[in-house]
């Protein structure tokens, strides 16, 4: 597509239900990041892909998330028995760089999480 | 000590006037180094990358690189009130796949 497309938008969740936040990149980009922003701060990186390959999960916060681009295209951000801090809008980039050049990402609008 | 530090703001400015929004970054090899600007609820967009010691300039924006005192600047000439925004420092990681690290960023109002 001519975008990063995220989906959905806006998300309100119940405390302890899990949600799913999905990404499809720029097509032909191969690597995927996904960024957790909180009111006020800037992004802060949760997780890269390259193509299928998840080759940096270190900045997810907790073993209650999780993501996935089986196919090295669309990406989904999965979260278990949300919690009220993990309201925050996810944010979602790709770039075509891989390991040389410089790494400019174009970004999705983002999903807003809100847990109750 | 953050790897990537910003005065978070807000910034106000009048316009016309100059803006000056300022990073630090703890990585001293890192080679490339970038702004984004972030409009209130919307994602970040590129706005300027540098790569060299200098300035490098584009339109009314100026960056400005030091890598011996691990600094780099964004100069906003003739500001608008339409460069009213959040600016983001981001700084991709030496080496690997570059995993990109972003400031807090910097809140500019720019006054009417």
Same mark, same amino acid.
């Given at each position: 597509?001519? *975008?990063? +497309?995220?989906?959905?938008?806006y998300k309100v969740a119940k405390r302890?239900? &899990?949600v ?16 957790q922003q909180a009111l006020?701060q800037?992004?802060?990186? /949760? ?6 390959? $998840? /080759?940096?999960?270190?900045? !997810?916060? @907790? ?11 669309? #990406?989904?951000?999965?979260i $278990?028995?949300t919690q009220q801090e993990d309201s925050a809008v996810y944010?979602?980039?790709? +770039?075509?760089? %891989? ?5 400019? /990402? ?5 999903s807003r999480l809100t847990v109750l | ?6 005065? @978070?703001?807000? !910034? ?8 000056? %929004? ?7 090899? #890192? $080679? ?7 409009? #209130?609820?919307? #994602?970040?967009? /590129? ?11 584009? *339109?009314?924006?100026?960056?400005? !690189?030091?890598?011996? @005192?691990?600094?780099? +600047? %964004?100069?906003?000439? &003739?500001?608008?009130?339409? &460069?009213?925004?959040?600016? !983001? ?24």
């Amino acid at each position: 597509g001519a *975008g990063v +497309s995220q989906s959905p938008r806006y998300k309100v969740a119940k405390r302890g239900q &899990d949600v799913a936040l999905r990404c499809d990149p720029i097509s032909g980009h191969v690597s995927l990041f996904w960024y957790q922003q909180a009111l006020g701060q800037g992004p802060e990186f /949760l997780t890269y892909f390259q193509n299928e390959a $998840q /080759l940096d999960k270190s900045g !997810l916060p @907790s073993d209650r998330f999780f993501a996935e681009r089986p196919e090295g295209s669309v #990406s989904t951000l999965k979260i $278990q028995r949300t919690q009220q801090e993990d309201s925050a809008v996810y944010l979602c980039a790709s +770039s075509r760089q %891989l390991f040389s050049g410089a790494n400019v /990402l174009t970004f999705g609008a983002g999903s807003r999480l809100t847990v109750l | 000590q953050k790897e990537v530090e910003q005065n @978070s703001g807000p !910034l106000s400015v009048p316009e016309g006037a100059i803006a000056s %929004l300022n990073c630090t970054y703890s990585d001293r090899v #890192s $080679q490339s180094f970038f702004w984004y600007r972030q409009y #209130s609820g919307k #994602s970040p967009e /590129l706005i300027m990358s540098i790569y060299s010691n200098g300035d490098k300039e584009d *339109g009314r924006f100026t960056a400005q !690189l030091n890598k011996a @005192s691990q600094y780099v +600047s %964004l100069l906003i000439r &003739d500001s608008q009130p339409s &460069d009213s925004a959040t600016y !983001l420092c981001a700084v991709p990681n030496s080496g690997g796949y570059q995993k990109v690290t972003f400031g807090t960023g910097t809140k500019l109002q720019v006054i009417p």
